[in-house]
């Protein structure tokens, strides 16, 4: 079973989500969630994909990007390159997105 994000947004345990970036994508399917913590501590030019699902909400908090902002853009090609719908961010390390990544999701 799938929902499309808009739906989702819908919901009143989302009512606290705010739209960042991509509103262009509030279309699509979600059918999985999962958990962006480390996997994309280390990236390299050579990193995989296949590391989340597609459909996926991907929920996270940043923490694998704490003291290092440029590793965000890159992580989230990697989520497109690998079919993932949705990003969360839970606001602990970063309040707001480099000016880069909502550029690139829009």
Aim: aromatic share 10%.
């Amino acid at each position: 079973m799938s929902i499309k994000i808009s739906e989702l947004l819908q919901q009143p345990a989302f009512s606290a989500f705010r739209i960042a970036a991509g509103i262009n994508g509030l279309n699509r399917s979600v059918s999985k969630v999962n958990i962006l913590d480390f996997e994309y501590d280390a990236l390299s030019d050579s990193e995989p994909f296949g590391l989340f699902e597609k459909e996926a909400f991907v929920l996270t908090s940043l923490l694998f990007a704490k003291h290092h902002p440029e590793m965000i853009l890159k992580s989230i090609k990697l989520l497109i390159q690998d079919g993932a719908s949705a990003l969360a961010i839970k606001e602990i390390y970063y309040h707001e997105l480099p000016n880069e990544v909502i550029e690139y999701a829009n």
